[in-house]
């Protein structure tokens, strides 16, 4: 399934991540997002026909697309950065998650905007003067 190329609204995505839970596959998209990928989410159900000749049959995961071009770069970086939750693992990260969204790193981007503002304001150089 992941390295699979679907059509969304005409263009080629690759999928590059499947998640057994909405959460889990956010916060791939959120990494790879902080990175510079445009990514999006969408639970198999929303893909409709595009998977079903792949076999895909089961509701309920959620899977995350890069556009084609990205697909390689950003399998690598999950390759390199995400944890694949299964078992029990799984069920205490969504535990996790349901008590406290950022439980698991997640990183709310309203937040990063507000540390952008206060850097913009800082003097070049980055020291403080006295």
């Not at 990494?31 to 895909?56: C, I, K, M, Q, S």
């Not at 999950?78 to 069920?91: C, M, N, P, S, W």
């Not at 790193?105 to 952008?116: F, H, K, L, T």
């Amino acid at each position: 399934m992941k390295g699979t190329t679907v059509t969304l609204n005409g263009d080629p995505w690759t999928i590059v991540d499947v998640a057994p839970a909405a959460p889990l596959a956010e916060m791939v998209a959120a990494l790879l997002e902080d990175e510079g990928y445009v990514a999006v989410v969408r639970g198999f159900d929303l893909l409709g026909d595009a998977l079903t000749h792949l076999g895909v049959g089961s509701a309920g995961a959620t899977v995350v697309l890069v556009p084609e071009a990205d697909g390689e770069a950003a399998l690598a970086l999950i390759a390199e950065t995400v944890t694949d939750y299964e078992g029990d693992d799984l069920d205490t990260a969504l535990s996790a998650l349901a008590d406290d969204p950022t439980a698991l790193g997640v990183v709310d981007a309203d937040d990063d905007e507000d540390d952008d503002e206060a850097d913009d304001d800082a003097e070049p150089g980055g020291g403080d003067r006295a």
